[in-house]
């Protein structure tokens, strides 16, 4: 328990009243006070977070006045002029009186103006005394960072934080509020500070509630990278998913997309023809811009072997036989979105990129001539300034 000493004055002025003056005193015997006696105490608040004030305690003074009166209405008159140079003070203190505890004593010190207690012939004892705090309530201790939600946005080097204090309990957000100054230039591993405001602290007390934490540190994590380089381990499963993506794109094929593809492979391209497919994986390749390595995209290339048969016969009397088959080889060239790394090594690419839809391949292109491809891939890119490394 503490033992914290606050000192409260109560500057008295009196305003005297023509009538019974100096003579009024000089004829009777004095009156003595005992100024805690008629001190009332006004506690509010919760325990650790009590304030406390004083005043006249007018239903004493009264029955006090009362008293006298029976034996003497001039000594009653005295009395009360002299409480009304108390009641008239301004009550102040040297110390924070809103974080008060159970078991602090508080220092009262009554000051009058000596010249206005003779005038009424009245004597002021016990003027200072102390105060043991008592009877707050123990409030409802609640840590306002436990809801809040912080989540860190943007990559790495240029991150930025966001606060969301929609799941904290509204007494808290009503009575204050949540900042921090981080800026746009975090780093995974920085730690920055978030506060809680707090600018109506009756609002709490009021619904005995204690804020146990002002202020608290969070560590920045999950900011993503984008990288200059990305290995062959880390895009195997993405290689995968986007092969089936492949598939589907090719079982749609008619026979003006197959004689673009094989070229002079086919020879026959006036018929349907019903595709057989196997693509594989290839190779990889990554671009960026060695001055700006968050413009970026991923070219998975997919050899294609097809075995096409000939739904029909052709019209040319030197062309293909219905059941007849056809097979070549091509490179398909699948560009994905813009690629970045987690703190983990993982790797993600962003589907949203230009215009994809929920697939990885937002632009593709083939060739029959394996010398060809990277020509194929720098005419997706669009970006003269990228840099090309094969994914190894």
Same mark, same amino acid.
């Given at each position: 328990?503490?033992?914290?000493?606050k000192y409260?004055?109560?500057?008295a002025?009196?305003?005297?009243?023509?009538g019974?003056?100096?003579?009024c005193?000089?004829?009777t015997k004095?009156i003595?006070?005992?100024?805690?006696?008629? +001190?009332?105490? @006004?506690l $509010?608040?919760?325990?650790?977070y009590g #304030?406390? *004030?004083?005043?006249?305690? &007018?239903?004493?003074?009264?029955?006090?006045?009362?008293?006298l009166?029976?034996?003497?209405?001039?000594d009653a008159?005295r009395?009360?002029?002299?409480?009304?140079s108390?009641?008239?003070?301004s009550?102040?203190t040297?110390?924070?009186?809103?974080?008060?505890?159970?078991?602090?004593?508080?220092?009262?010190?009554?000051?009058?103006?000596?010249?206005?207690?003779?005038?009424?012939g009245?004597k002021?004892?016990?003027?200072e005394?102390?105060?043991?705090?008592?009877g707050?309530?123990?409030?409802?201790?609640?840590d306002?960072?436990?809801d809040?939600i +912080?989540?860190? @946005?943007? $990559?790495?080097?240029?991150?930025?934080? #966001?606060v *969301?204090?929609?799941e904290? &309990?509204?007494?808290?957000?009503?009575?204050g509020?949540?900042?921090?100054d981080?800026?746009?230039?975090l780093?995974?591993?920085?730690?920055i500070?978030?506060?809680?405001?707090?600018w109506?602290e009756?609002?709490?007390?009021?619904k005995?509630?204690v804020?146990v934490?002002?202020?608290?540190?969070?560590?920045?994590?999950?900011l993503i990278?984008?990288?200059?380089?990305?290995?062959?381990?880390?895009?195997?499963?993405i290689?995968?998913?986007?092969?089936n993506?492949?598939?589907?794109t090719?079982?749609g094929?008619?026979s003006?997309?197959w004689?673009?593809?094989?070229?002079d492979q086919?020879?026959?391209?006036?018929?349907e023809?019903?595709a057989?497919?196997?693509p594989?994986f290839?190779k990889?390749?990554y671009?960026f811009?060695?001055?700006?390595?968050s413009?970026?995209?991923?070219f998975a290339?997919?050899?294609?072997?097809?075995?096409?048969?000939?739904k029909?016969?052709s019209?040319?009397?030197d062309?293909?036989?219905?059941?007849?088959?056809?097979q070549?080889?091509?490179?398909?060239?699948a560009?994905?979105?813009?690629v970045?790394?987690?703190?983990?090594?993982?790797?993600?690419?962003?589907?949203d990129?230009?215009?994809?839809d929920?697939?990885?391949?937002?632009?593709?292109?083939?060739?029959?001539?394996?010398t060809?491809?990277l020509?194929e891939i720098?005419?997706?890119?669009?970006y003269?300034?990228?840099t090309?490394?094969?994914?190894?």
């Amino acid at each position: 328990m503490k033992n914290k000493m606050k000192y409260i004055t109560a500057a008295a002025g009196i305003m005297i009243l023509a009538g019974c003056a100096s003579g009024c005193a000089s004829k009777t015997k004095t009156i003595t006070i005992q100024a805690k006696d008629y +001190v009332k105490v @006004n506690l $509010s608040g919760i325990d650790k977070y009590g #304030s406390i *004030d004083f005043e006249v305690d &007018d239903k004493k003074v009264e029955k006090k006045a009362k008293e006298l009166a029976k034996k003497s209405e001039i000594d009653a008159y005295r009395f009360r002029k002299a409480m009304d140079s108390i009641r008239n003070s301004s009550i102040s203190t040297n110390d924070d009186d809103d974080e008060l505890s159970n078991g602090d004593k508080v220092k009262v010190e009554v000051s009058v103006e000596k010249k206005d207690i003779k005038l009424y012939g009245v004597k002021v004892e016990s003027k200072e005394f102390t105060y043991t705090v008592k009877g707050l309530e123990k409030g409802k201790e609640v840590d306002p960072f436990e809801d809040l939600i +912080v989540t860190f @946005n943007g $990559s790495d080097g240029h991150g930025y934080v #966001s606060v *969301d204090s929609s799941e904290v &309990d509204e007494n808290i957000t009503d009575a204050g509020y949540f900042t921090e100054d981080s800026g746009y230039t975090l780093s995974n591993g920085d730690t920055i500070t978030v506060k809680y405001e707090c600018w109506d602290e009756s609002a709490l007390a009021e619904k005995k509630i204690v804020v146990v934490e002002k202020e608290k540190e969070y560590t920045v994590e999950g900011l993503i990278s984008y990288p200059t380089s990305i290995t062959s381990s880390q895009m195997s499963n993405i290689n995968t998913e986007i092969l089936n993506e492949v598939k589907s794109t090719l079982d749609g094929w008619s026979s003006y997309y197959w004689s673009y593809a094989l070229g002079d492979q086919l020879k026959d391209s006036t018929v349907e023809y019903q595709a057989s497919v196997t693509p594989n994986f290839y190779k990889g390749y990554y671009g960026f811009t060695p001055d700006d390595p968050s413009t970026n995209n991923y070219f998975a290339v997919y050899k294609v072997d097809v075995t096409l048969t000939a739904k029909e016969d052709s019209y040319r009397d030197d062309g293909i036989k219905q059941g007849e088959q056809v097979q070549g080889t091509f490179y398909f060239i699948a560009k994905t979105g813009t690629v970045s790394v987690d703190e983990t090594g993982s790797v993600t690419i962003d589907k949203d990129s230009y215009w994809g839809d929920d697939g990885y391949i937002v632009n593709s292109d083939y060739t029959n001539d394996e010398t060809k491809i990277l020509d194929e891939i720098k005419d997706l890119s669009y970006y003269s300034d990228m840099t090309f490394v094969e994914v190894q």
